[in-house]
């Protein structure tokens, strides 16, 4: 069965982190560009970053250049989102998918989708 399964979320105090991840099963993630995306109550969905198969990165939320990191294990067949200096606002549903395209923000183009996990910022 193909899926993608995020983990790593949980509540965590402003100024924390956290280290998502996003494992593969059923195909290979190392030809995929696996975007991350996210959804508060409320709000849309919005894309995070994502990482192509060449390892090469966009991260498409300005506030979160320098606080989140995306990178992938292709040994582990797992893409990771590093989250540092968390803030409140940072609190969503996190999702991965994964695309055979370039990095795209926008969610229906991918063609597997997660889940999500639950990132709570707050003290």
């Known amino acids: 069965q193909v899926q993608l399964v995020e983990s790593g979320g949980g509540l965590v105090q402003p100024g924390g982190s956290l280290r998502l991840s996003c494992a593969a099963s059923?195909?290979?993630?190392?030809?995929?560009?696996i975007g991350w995306f996210r959804q508060a109550p409320g709000k849309g969905r919005e894309g995070v970053s994502c990482?192509?198969?060449?390892?090469?990165?966009?991260v498409w939320i300005d506030s979160l250049k320098g606080r989140f990191t995306i990178s992938r294990d292709n040994a582990k067949n797992t893409v990771y989102l590093q989250m540092n200096s968390l803030k409140p606002e940072d609190a969503a549903v996190y999702f991965c998918?994964?695309?055979?395209?370039?990095?795209?923000?926008?969610?229906?183009?991918?063609?597997?989708r997660g889940q999500g996990t639950q990132v709570t910022v707050s003290s």
């Open positions: 059923g195909f290979t993630l190392t030809p995929y560009t």
């Open positions: 998918a994964a695309s055979t395209e370039l990095c795209r923000s926008s969610w229906p183009r991918y063609d597997y």
């Open positions: 990482i192509d198969s060449s390892g090469d990165v966009t």
